[in-house]
């Protein structure tokens, strides 16, 4: 039971390129998230999925988009990377929407 | 925005000794839990009070949550070296909980061997 698998975990990008990175997990789980976390901030949520087909914004969504066409694959992408979107992503998903996260071990994404 | 603020935001304390971590919240909230994180890694689930619950245990892991005074604390009795981490707390609000965790800045915790 591999749990929730991030691919890549570690990218370094140039300003302006694009690229997608992967989660998915294998515990059937209905509710997907993606956080980014930076120093001093804690983790804040970029956007969410509540099912297959599903996707919503979170706190932080400008530059991101999301798909959840499977329901164990999450996609979140950078369509034209920015220096500011430098910091590491977590996925977590959860079988409820009030219980606990199973997290992914990350992605360090640098842009320059 | 942040809605959990813990406190300290660093401690450092000698293996054996008791750790206590503090979070404090601004709103209304279904369920708050607390996360482990390692240096380099993902977090980890601990434990998930609910807003009817006054406390929780597990294993050497006690929390406590005051709803009138919208705080928790986290209490980790007979520290051990394995023990050092970064502690966030996380709240849960309503609509069932989809929208998301709100987490804190975590408490950075060293223990000393």
């Known amino acids: 039971n591999a749990g929730v698998t991030q691919t890549p975990k570690f990218r370094v990008l140039k300003t302006g390129q694009s690229m997608t990175l992967l989660c998915a997990q294998d515990m059937n789980h209905e509710y997907m998230y993606w956080y980014r976390q930076d120093p001093g901030m804690g983790l804040r949520l970029i956007h969410y999925s509540v099912g297959e087909g599903t996707t919503a914004k979170g706190e932080v969504p400008d530059g991101y988009n999301v798909s959840r066409l499977k329901k164990q694959n999450f996609l979140l992408g950078l369509e034209s990377a920015a220096p500011s979107q430098t910091s590491v992503y977590f996925c977590?998903?959860?079988?409820?929407?009030?219980?606990?996260?199973?997290f992914g071990s990350g992605t360090r994404l640098t842009v320059v | 925005s942040q809605q959990g603020e813990e406190d300290p935001q660093a401690l450092s304390i000698q293996e054996g000794e008791n750790a206590t971590m503090n979070c404090s919240y601004k709103?209304?909230?279904?369920?708050l839990q607390w996360y482990r994180q390692n240096s380099g890694r993902g977090l980890v689930h601990l434990i998930l009070?609910?807003?009817?619950?006054r406390e929780k245990h597990s294993g050497r892991l006690r929390v406590t949550l005051d709803t009138s005074k919208k705080s928790s604390s986290l209490l980790i009795t007979a520290s051990r070296a394995a023990d050092t981490a970064s502690y966030f707390c996380?709240?849960?609000?309503?609509?069932?909980?989809?929208?998301?965790?709100?987490f804190g800045k975590g408490t950075h915790l060293i223990i000393q061997p």
């Open positions: 709103t209304s909230i279904n369920n």
């Open positions: 977590a998903s959860s079988y409820t929407g009030g219980g606990g996260y199973t």
């Open positions: 009070i609910r807003s009817n619950e």
């Open positions: 996380a709240t849960q609000h309503g609509g069932g909980g989809a929208d998301g965790l709100t």
